[in-house]
Each structure stands twice: as structure tokens, then as C-alpha cells.
């Protein structure tokens, strides 16, 4: 699936949620944050999530789903979906409750000086 249309249904889904959220180019896609802080995005073809850690195990037997590997290391907290794990409207709006249901709790990344 094409990031630009990945990324096209993730706006639409928090826009329909009324949540405000600000879209950025990140790691060569697009990037969702909401309260300054990552939510999900677009990558590498598929799509990352950034979900609990408590539950990342639990969600990596979900269809497409796999922990995510990024510059050789596994990013605690961020999976990487597949398409296929994604491509239902239902299924991407589960991703997108299990990013919004971690945001609170996540912590907002240190500001460049």
C-alpha cells in the first residue's frame, strides 16, 4: 500500500475522532504526533505504531505485525505493521485506538536546543 494513501486514511480516521494532531516528515514518511508526541506514521512501505510496551508482545500475533527494527535495534514500544494488517478500515482504526490509548503515557521526545 502507497504511504501517501496510508497516510491519507490515518488524517481522515483522527480527523472523524476529533483529535488534533500535527503531520510531519519522519524516518522517510509521514508521522503523526499528537500533545508533541509520536503516535504512528507511515514507514518503509508499511506502517509504525507506537503502542504500549506492555502489550507490544501480546499485538505482534495480530496478522502483519512485528516488533520494529530501526538503525539495527528494536525500538521498544513501536511495531511495525505490515499492509496486510492494516489494509481494513477496522484494522487500522485498532491500531489507531492502541496509539491513542498509549499516547497519554508516552513520553514527548527531548526538544533539539
Known sequence: ????ITAERIADLLTAKNVSFVQKKMFGGECFMVDEK???GTYKGGMMA?????????LISRAGASQMIHGGRAMVGYLFIEPEGYEKDSDLDFWLEKCLGFNPKAKASKKKA
Request: no cysteine.
Open 1 to 4: 500500500m502507497d504511504n501517501h
Open 38 to 40: 509520536m503516535l504512528m
Open 50 to 58: 507506537r503502542v504500549d510496551p506492555i502489550e507490544a508482545e501480546g
